[in-house]
């Protein structure tokens, strides 16, 4: 069974800089896989941030972006800011129309 | 600006069939190369795609959930509907109905609704 891995927490200080991680557990994750990444805050549906690794979604601003960093796929937030602190998720495009959600992000900004 | 809103009850019996169907306005359900879909999120917990359908009626389902899920699409009322069969209280969540393609992940999500099962 495919498990898609993040951090299940993470803390960032206000202005600072964070990398946010999305694995495979028996893979490499590359482009082909489409990685895209979502926000959620507490009783809000998710927010498209980037797909296809590294494009942004309209409206998201260029504080986020997205990458592969080694075998994962990456979220970096620069110049965090107290309206970061959410839910992260990555999902990945397994192929035969199936995609996998990793377990989620928790971002804590102080 | 493409909406989605998802209807259907919110409570439902254990072993029974889970029925919702999701509404899309402001934009076409006959697009080639997007896909309609139910994500669920339980209480407290991440997002679990569930499966996914084409405009054409091509379907793929999540594989832990595969022979319980049904999802169908009618274009001419512009919806899409999900079924789940035999629910237990792991099936309670909050259900999402989202449009996504390939190259543009899930690009429009319903508002969500909550599905209970419990007697």
């Known amino acids: 069974q495919t498990v898609v891995t993040q951090e299940p927490s993470f803390s960032v200080s206000p202005g600072g800089t964070v990398t946010l991680t999305c694995g495979l557990s028996?893979?490499?994750?590359?482009?082909?896989?489409?990685p895209s990444w979502y926000q959620q805050t507490p009783g809000q549906a998710p927010r498209t941030l980037i797909y296809?690794?590294?494009t942004r979604s309209s409206g998201v601003p260029d504080r986020f972006s997205g990458s592969i960093l080694g075998n994962k796929a990456a979220l970096t937030i620069t110049g965090a800011q107290a309206d970061d602190e959410s839910n992260y998720y990555c999902?990945?495009?397994?192929?035969?129309?199936?995609?996998?959600f990793g377990g989620g992000t928790k971002l804590t900004v102080l | 600006q493409l909406q989605l809103q998802e209807s259907g009850p919110g409570l439902v019996k254990p072993s029974e069939t889970l029925s919702l169907t999701c509404t899309v306005s402001?934009?076409?359900?006959?697009?080639?190369?997007?896909?309609w879909g139910w994500i669920r999120q339980p209480p407290g917990k991440g997002l679990e795609w569930i499966g996914s359908i084409s405009y054409s009626g091509s379907t793929y389902y999540n594989p832990s959930l595969k022979g319980r899920v049904t999802i169908s699409v009618d274009t001419s009322k512009s919806l899409f509907s999900l079924k789940l069969s035999s629910v237990t209280a792991a099936d309670t969540a909050l259900y999402y109905c989202v449009r996504h393609s390939v190259g543009r992940g899930f690009d429009y999500w319903g508002q969500g609704t909550l599905v209970t099962v419990s007697s």
């Open positions: 028996s893979d490499s994750v590359s482009t082909g896989y489409y």
């Open positions: 999902a990945l495009y397994m192929g035969s129309g199936i995609s996998v």
């Open positions: 402001g934009g076409s359900i006959n697009i080639i190369s997007y896909y």
């Open positions: 296809s690794t590294n």
